[in-house]
């Protein structure tokens, strides 16, 4: 059974950065292609970054592009988000997900990708 879990969260002042990590296991193959997206409640899902790891191609949101990195270590079956330059607007809960299937791995279903982590909290003072 395919798992993600993400840390790294936590409390940092504008300005600050934060690491973002997603473990991921159970996987038969690996995924086609892997993101992650935040969502603060009563809002609706963003996607944030996108990674195909197989060509190390990456795609970011206008929102955070110039600030966030994503990144893979395959070795180590992790999926990094690098945040620097951190807003208060960054504020939300970021989740890890997965997509098994390069058909399914456009930037606009990135949001619904079969596999999630449970999440991990950002928050942003000013």
């Known amino acids: 059974q395919v798992q993600l879990v993400e840390s790294g969260g936590g409390s940092v002042q504008a300005g600050g950065s934060l690491r973002l990590s997603c473990a991921a296991s159970?996987?038969?193959?690996?995924?086609?292609?892997m993101g992650w997206f935040r969502q603060v409640p009563g809002k609706e899902r963003e996607a944030v970054a996108h990674?195909?790891?197989?060509?190390?191609?990456?795609r970011y949101s206008d929102s955070v592009k110039g600030r966030f990195t994503i990144s893979l270590d395959s070795t180590k079956s992790t999926l990094y988000l690098e945040m620097n330059s951190l807003e208060p607007e960054d504020t939300a809960s970021y989740y890890c997900?997965?997509?098994?299937?390069?058909?399914?791995?456009?930037?606009?279903?990135?949001?619904?990708?079969?596999?999630r982590g449970q999440g991990t909290q950002v928050t942003v003072s000013s």
């Open positions: 997900v997965a997509e098994a299937n390069v058909f399914g791995c456009a930037w606009d279903r990135l949001i619904k990708f079969p596999y």
């Open positions: 159970g996987y038969t193959h690996s995924p086609d292609c």
């Open positions: 990674i195909f790891p197989a060509s190390g191609r990456t």
